[in-house]
């Protein structure tokens, strides 16, 4: 790790203030070679947002037995899809880990088991995101795992634990969509801006109003929130990472949306942005 990554987690200075936290719905991976709407959203967030000192991304794409977060200093990109042209296959995102953001989210969270991972590196959850609003590739960056054994109510609670990195200079990224049911989608409307089935633009905003109205318990139990968001969120890998946004919220904190948009029918790149 070099000097600028900074050699111990007491150096992560506060004065950068407390960090946002974003959910960022990441949609196909080849916004990671595209220029949309969606990537200039992202690119203007790395430009606004305080610089932070490192990341810490929550992927959609990471589940794991047990909670993992990856430890190494030069985490490996992961190409984890398939059908997608060479140049998508190319791509590398050469960023720094953070082995000592690692062992300090261990030691952290202690409503659990956190083990040190030395080979996932960063899955395109992060890196297709994270490219564009870092394309420098010079903030270093740690995953933490999806444990598939927890409940949602046990993902949230976790997530609290990482509140006091807030104000350490640390981005928490949440990385998902708020709407993600790929049986469904409408591959012959890719081309067409802000297409969204009934059901999937109905589960969409009753998810926006619930998030806005700090209603948590309600979020955190989604399947009692009608047939419309059970479509919506058939599995829970691309909503898990709103609930770890959601819970590191405080009570006055403002929230804004952003990529507001469906795509393909029964996709939506809503986007969360936290104080």
């Not at 990554?5 to 936290?21: A, E, I, K, Y």
């Not at 590398?92 to 261990?106: K, M, W």
């Not at 409408?186 to 089935?197: L, M, Y």
Request: charged letters at 25%.
């Amino acid at each position: 790790m070099n000097r600028n990554n900074l050699n111990n987690l007491d150096q992560l200075s506060s004065s950068t203030g407390r960090m946002p936290v974003l959910f960022v719905g990441h949609g196909s991976p080849m916004y990671a070679v595209e220029e949309n709407e969606f990537t200039r959203n992202w690119l203007h967030l790395g430009e606004t947002l305080p610089r932070p000192k490192t990341i810490i991304c929550v992927s959609a794409h990471w589940e794991t037995r047990g909670t993992h977060v990856t430890a190494m200093s030069k985490p490996p990109t992961i190409h984890d899809f398939g059908g997608f042209p060479r140049e998508l296959y190319e791509i590398q995102y050469p960023v720094s880990g953070n082995p000592v953001l690692a062992q300090e989210t261990i030691r952290t969270i202690t409503g659990t088991t956190v083990q040190a991972d030395d080979k996932w590196g960063l899955d395109h959850g992060a890196w297709s995101v994270i490219r564009h609003m870092y394309p420098n590739a010079d903030i270093p960056v740690i995953e933490l795992s999806l444990d598939y054994n927890k409940s949602p109510k046990e993902h949230y609670e976790l997530a609290k634990e990482l509140a006091s990195f807030r104000d350490k200079g640390v981005l928490i990224i949440g990385s998902g969509n708020l709407v993600h049911n790929l049986r469904r989608v409408a591959w012959d409307k890719g081309g067409e801006e802000d297409f969204g089935f009934d059901w999937a633009l109905e589960a969409n905003e009753i998810i926006k109003k619930l998030i806005i109205e700090n209603k948590h318990k309600e979020l955190i139990d989604y399947n009692s929130l009608g047939k419309e968001v059970q479509m919506a969120v058939p599995t829970t890998d691309h909503y898990l990472p709103l609930l770890y946004a959601l819970a590191l919220k405080t009570e006055k904190e403002e929230i804004s949306f952003f990529n507001d948009k469906a795509v393909m029918g029964s996709l939506t790149m809503t986007s969360v942005k936290i104080g």
